[in-house]
C-alpha cells in the first residue's frame, strides 16, 4: 500500500477561480498563467481544465510551453521570459509561441529570423529585473519596423501590488500608460493576481492571474478564502503513531520542542522531502480530525509530530490535511514565514497528484 500523502487537486476550484479572475478583469482577456507546472497543480491536467475558457496561457519557458503541447492544446502559449537561445525563435514561430522580449541580444535573434513569432515587448517601470526602459521604446519599436505585424503589446510587471498601501503600484501604472501612449493599438498588460484586488486598478487589455488561480491570496496578510477563492490543493496524510509523551519528554531533532505536561502527540507521514516548510514554527494548525491541531518540534525528512490535546479521539490512520480547505496554504506560510507560492511549487513529485472536479 502507498503512504497516505497525497495533494488533491480540486478542478472544479481551479474553474471557479478562472472565473472570478475574468469577472474582476472586466473587459480584458486572462491570460491563464500555470508555470512552474502550473504552481504544483500539475500543466497538463490544469490547462486542459481551463482550455474551453481560456484564450491564451503564459508560462516562464519555453519547455513549460511544449509541456502545453504535449497535453494536446493549440492555445497561444505567452513565454514571460523570452527566449533563452537564438533557435528557440523557429520554435516559437512553428509553436505560436508568443515570447516577452526584454533584452536587446532577444531583439538581435529576431531580427536574424525572417518568419519570427508574434511577440511582446517587456517595459521595465521601477520592478528592475527584466524589460526596456520608456526612454528606450522609440529606438525598440524603429527597430522593430519591419515587423509590426508580428508585434502585438506591451507588458509590464509591478513589484508590490500585493501591498494595498504602496503607491508604487500607482506610479507604476502611470508611467507605463505613458511610455507606451505613441502606439494606441498595442496591446496592454500589466495585471498579476493583486492588482485584481486594487480599487481603480486599470487592467488594460490582457491581465495575467496566477496563485489566485490556485485558491491562494497574493496578499501576504489576507486568505484566499477572504477573497472568494476556493482552495484547489489539499495536503493530506494521515497519522501513522499515537504517543502520550510525559512532562519533560521532548520531540524530533534537536529536541526543539519539550512538553510541560503529559501530552497526546501523533506522528504524521510527511515531511520537507514532501514539500512541507522545515521553518513551520511551532503551533502551526494541523487539521486532525476535525480539530486544529499544533505542529510540534521540527518538520523532519518524511514526518511531523502534531500536538493531539485538541483532538481527544485521535486514532492511528486517521486522516490530517496539512492545508486545503480547512488549513489555508497562506496562513502555514505565515507559520514559516514565506509566501504561499513557494509552498504549493515546493510539494515534491514524491507526493502523488489525485485529480477531481474535472
Ligand atoms: C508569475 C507571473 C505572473 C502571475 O503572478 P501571480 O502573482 O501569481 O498572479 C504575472 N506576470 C508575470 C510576468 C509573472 O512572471
Redesign the pocket.
Given at each position: 500500500m502507498p503512504r497516505a500523502t497525497v495533494a488533491r487537486i480540486d478542478l472544479a476550484a481551479i474553474r471557479h477561480n478562472f472565473g472570478l479572475a475574468r469577472q474582476f478583469a472586466g473587459g480584458a482577456r486572462a491570460m491563464a498563467?500555470i508555470?512552474a507546472d502550473a504552481y504544483g497543480h500539475g500543466i497538463a491536467r490544469v490547462a486542459r481544465t481551463l482550455a474551453p475558457d481560456a484564450t491564451c496561457f503564459?508560462v516562464?519557458c519555453i519547455e513549460e510551453a511544449l509541456a502545453i503541447r504535449d497535453a494536446g492544446l493549440a492555445h497561444p502559449v505567452v513565454l514571460?521570459q523570452g527566449v533563452h537561445a537564438a533557435g528557440d525563435i523557429a520554435t516559437c514561430a512553428a509553436q505560436n509561441f508568443e515570447p516577452v522580449l526584454h533584452s536587446g541580444y532577444q531583439l538581435d535573434w529576431l531580427a536574424a529570423q525572417a518568419d519570427g513569432p508574434a511577440f511582446w515587448i517587456k517595459v521595465n517601470t521601477g520592478m528592475n529585473r527584466l524589460g526596456f526602459r520608456p526612454a528606450e521604446l522609440s529606438r525598440v519599436m524603429a527597430a522593430l519596423a519591419g515587423r509590426t505585424s508580428a508585434f502585438l503589446g506591451f507588458?509590464t510587471?509591478f513589484a508590490a501590488s500585493d501591498e494595498m498601501d504602496n503607491d508604487a503600484t500607482g506610479q507604476q501604472t502611470a508611467l507605463f500608460a505613458d511610455a507606451v501612449a505613441p502606439w494606441p493599438d498595442a496591446e496592454l498588460s500589466v495585471a498579476?493576481?493583486?492588482a485584481h484586488f486594487r480599487d481603480g486598478q486599470p487592467l488594460f487589455t490582457r491581465s495575467?492571474?496566477?496563485?489566485?488561480l490556485y485558491g491562494a491570496s497574493?496578499m501576504a496578510e489576507r486568505n484566499g478564502s477572504d477573497l472568494g477563492l476556493q482552495p484547489a490543493m489539499s495536503l493530506e496524510s494521515n497519522l501513522i503513531a499515537v504517543r502520550t509523551l510525559a512532562a519533560g519528554d521532548a520531540v524530533g531533532y534537536g529536541a526543539a520542542w519539550r512538553a510541560d505536561r503529559e501530552t497526546p502527540m501523533g506522528i504524521v507521514a510527511i515531511g520537507y522531502a514532501d514539500g512541507y516548510p522545515r521553518h513551520a514554527c511551532n503551533g502551526t494548525p494541523v487539521w486532525v480530525k476535525g480539530h486544529r491541531a499544533a505542529l510540534i518540534g521540527r518538520v523532519s525528512m518524511d514526518m511531523l509530530a502534531v500536538d493531539l490535546s485538541a483532538v481527544p479521539d485521535a486514532r492511528e490512520g486517521d486522516p490530517v490535511e496539512l492545508w486545503g480547505r480547512n488549513v489555508s496554504v497562506d496562513e502555514v506560510a505565515r507559520c514559516a514565514g514565506t509566501i504561499s507560492?513557494e509552498l504549493l511549487t515546493g510539494v515534491t513529485a514524491r507526493v502523488p497528484r489525485l485529480y477531481h472536479g474535472g
Open positions: 498563467v508555470k503564459a516562464a514571460l507588458v510587471h498579476n493576481s493583486a495575467r492571474p496566477g496563485i489566485m497574493p507560492y
